[in-house]
């Protein structure tokens, strides 16, 4: 299995899968929220200044990059656990990033990861710090895949 070429290189640049990792240790709980407020949630991911879109526990960071570039970022809550996956179309498909799940991703880039799982929260606040982590390493990755189709194309 490979990555896109573009976005292997993107994400090898921003060290993906040591912050991923890095993030999954950080917020490994064993026990988490007891009821989610989904609404509280959305909330704080508005505070962090994206546009999104709730719909069926997943909420939709939909963008374009480029002319040619979109994303798809999909953040799913399950029970309190924070998962992510990038789907990025070019020229209107969508390019292979094994799946997309950041967890997959990650262990595609690093065999050698041992993450305990996803991160997970216990509080709506400790919530918005995941996410204000995830979307450092979005933008990040962004940038960097940005630069990379820019040169790939000239």
């Known amino acids: 299995m490979s990555f896109h070429p573009t976005a292997e290189i993107a994400l090898e640049q921003i060290n993906f899968a040591k912050r991923f990792e890095s993030l999954c240790r950080k917020y490994n709980k064993p026990e988490g929220i ?33 002319k040619d570039i979109k994303s798809h970022t999909v953040f799913q809550l ?19 990033l094994n799946s997309g799940n950041f967890g997959s991703v990650a262990y595609f880039l690093d065999k050698e990861l041992t993450a305990p799982g996803m991160p997970a929260f216990t509080s709506h606040e400790e919530f918005k710090e995941i996410a204000q982590e995830v979307m450092a390493i979005y933008e990040d990755f962004k940038e960097k895949f940005l630069l990379a189709f820019d040169n790939e194309q000239s």
């Open 34 to 66: 007891a009821r989610i407020d989904k609404k509280e949630l959305l909330n704080r991911l508005q505070e962090l200044g994206y546009s999104l879109k709730y719909a069926d526990r997943c909420v939709y960071l939909i963008e374009d990059w480029h």
């Open 78 to 96: 399950r029970y309190d656990i924070f998962l992510g996956y990038f789907n990025i179309s070019v020229h209107n498909e969508f390019i292979d």
